[in-house]
């Protein structure tokens, strides 16, 4: 079993930016493939990114040049940078593993319990 905690939503101003944090807990961190996921109001989960234990990052292509994902396998996390944020950008964010990459949400075994994010105009 892994646990997952987020922090660091919250409201700021489109082109400001916010940094999301994942602290994981239970098995080997550096066994999983780490991402972040996001579901506005209505809509499905949609991927952000993922890291793969190495370090090498995915991004979607609605956030590349923007959001940077990072891990720590000593501390055991994985954050999110977000700068230029969007209106868009809005939603529920979520940090997920899994020993498999993926880009489907549905893929992921372990979630934490969300972040919102809030980006206005």
């Known amino acids: 079993q892994v646990h997952l905690v987020e922090s660091g939503g919250g409201l700021v101003q489109a082109g400001g930016s916010l940094r999301l944090s994942c602290a994981a807990s239970g098995r080997p961190f550096n066994n999983y493939v780490m991402a972040w996921f996001r579901q506005a109001p209505g809509k499905e989960r949609e991927f952000v990114a993922l890291?793969?234990?190495?370090?090498?990052?995915h991004y979607a292509d609605s956030v590349k040049g923007r959001f940077t994902i990072s891990r720590d396998n000593v501390k055991n996390t994985v954050s999110l940078q977000m700068i230029s944020l969007k209106r868009e950008d809005t939603a529920v964010y979520y940090c997920?593993?899994?020993?498999?990459?993926?880009?489907?949400?549905?893929?992921?075994?372990?979630w934490g319990q969300g972040t919102q994010v809030t980006v206005s105009s």
């Open positions: 890291i793969w234990s190495s370090g090498t990052p």
């Open positions: 997920a593993a899994d020993a498999i990459s993926s880009a489907v949400a549905s893929a992921y075994e372990f």
